[in-house]
C-alpha cells in the first residue's frame, strides 16, 4: 500500500515561498501520477499541481511549480508570492494512471502539511 508523506509547511509572509515535499519510502513515485491538493477553511479541496507517470505537468495558476526528482523519491511543489487565501492544509495525493481533475478519484493521500501565510 502506496504511503505518502508531505513536509516543509509552516508560517510564511506575503510574498514569500515554500517548497513542500511528498514521499513515498519504498516506493517510486515515478510510477504514479502525483499531484498536490489543498483544503482552504470553508472551501472544497482542489487540485493545485499535478505531475503524470510520463511527467506532463498541471497547474493552478502560475504562483506554483510541481517537479519529481530523477529518482523519484520526491515531488515538489515550489510556492512563490504566496498570499494570505493560500493559507490551508497542503496534501500530496497519488494516482495509479492519471492526473484526474477531479479529487476524489486519487486513491492514495497523505496526511497533509499546514500552509499559513500571514503578516
Known amino acids: 500500500q502506496l504511503e505518502l508523506a508531505e513536509s516543509g509547511g509552516g508560517m510564511v509572509q506575503p510574498g514569500g515561498s515554500l517548497r513542500l515535499s511528498c514521499i513515498a519510502p519504498?516506493?517510486?513515485?515515478?510510477?504514479?501520477?502525483v499531484a498536490w491538493i489543498r483544503q482552504v477553511p470553508g472551501k472544497e479541496r482542489e487540485r493545485i499541481a499535478c505531475i503524470s507517470t510520463g511527467g506532463g505537468r498541471a497547474y493552478h495558476g502560475e504562483r506554483f511549480s510541481i517537479s519529481r526528482d530523477n529518482a523519484g523519491n520526491t515531488v515538489y511543489l515550489q510556492m512563490n508570492n504566496l498570499k494570505p487565501e493560500d493559507t490551508g492544509v497542503y496534501f500530496c495525493?497519488?494516482?495509479?494512471?492519471?492526473?484526474?481533475?477531479?479529487?476524489?478519484?486519487?486513491?492514495?493521500w497523505g496526511q497533509g502539511t499546514q500552509v499559513t501565510v500571514s503578516s
Open positions: 519504498g516506493f517510486n513515485l515515478r510510477n504514479y501520477a
Open positions: 495525493a497519488a494516482d495509479d494512471y492519471r492526473c484526474s481533475e477531479l479529487v476524489g478519484d486519487f486513491d492514495y
